[in-house]
């Protein structure tokens, strides 16, 4: 079973730049999380997706956004880059979500000139 | 108190020794724990979840969960070279619409 595929890896942008992140999950599973993760802050919740609706959400500003598509990929969205948002974002799919076993993708690393 | 707190290391043990780490949580009705291990430059990777007090053992693995003092711990038996990674502990905090909320982790560093 292929595991959780997150594009790109590696991007590099521009203060004031917005960019988008995309994740798989693994095939049947409906969930996706997004986290960033910083030396300083650790891992972050961003947000949770279910069956295309958001169902949770961290304390980020509206800068930060996502969706999921009725085949369970998702995407997040950063817009009007600020160089703090240099981090590497992981998402996670899970069966169902809530406390389900979560299993993280590569990531994608994020690095904001 | 910090949600889920974790020192962050770096904890040096010696090859073969057991290996402690400990997370504390500030939620008193959480359900679920889990401990991630993360190499550097890799993602987070699920060693073991306990949802119930008292021990669970998988492999050289144990985590202890003690709900009435609100800590949970991961000990290592015999540990190896290889262990050596940034270990996180997650909890479900129901204070805060059941989100998983990470400790910043513990650096472990097994001396050959």
């Known amino acids: 079973k292929a595991g959780v595929t997150q594009t790109p890896r590696y991007l590099i942008k521009t203060r004031g730049q917005q960019v988008t992140l995309s994740c798989s999950p693994i095939?049947?599973?409906?969930?996706v999380s997004w986290y960033q993760q910083t030396p300083g802050q650790g891992l972050q919740f961003l947000f949770e997706?279910?069956?295309?609706?958001?169902?949770n959400k961290g304390n980020f500003p509206g800068r930060f956004s996502g969706r999921q598509f009725s085949n369970s990929r998702s995407e997040m969205n950063v817009s009007t880059l600020e160089l703090g948002d240099s981090a590497l974002y992981l998402c996670a799919s899970t069966l169902t979500g809530g406390t389900d076993t979560q299993y993280f993708g590569p990531g994608t690393r994020l690095t904001v000139l | 108190q910090k949600e889920v707190e974790q020192n962050s290391g770096p904890l040096s043990v010696p090859e073969g020794a057991i290996a402690s780490l400990n997370c504390t949580y500030s939620d008193r009705v959480s359900q679920s724990f889990f401990w991630y291990r993360q190499y550097s430059g890799k993602s987070p990777e699920l060693i073991m979840s306990i949802y119930s007090n008292g021990d669970k053992e998988d492999g050289r693995f144990t985590a202890q969960l003690n709900k009435a003092s609100q800590y949970v711990s991961l000990l290592i038996r015999d540990s190896q070279p290889s262990d050596s990674a940034t270990y996180l502990c997650?909890?479900?905090?129901?204070?805060?619409?059941?989100?998983?909320?990470f400790g910043k982790g513990t650096r472990l560093h097994i001396l050959p």
């Open positions: 095939s049947g599973h409906r969930s």
């Open positions: 997650a909890v479900n905090l129901m204070n805060r619409d059941d989100k998983i909320i």
């Open positions: 997706y279910f069956s295309e609706t958001q169902r």
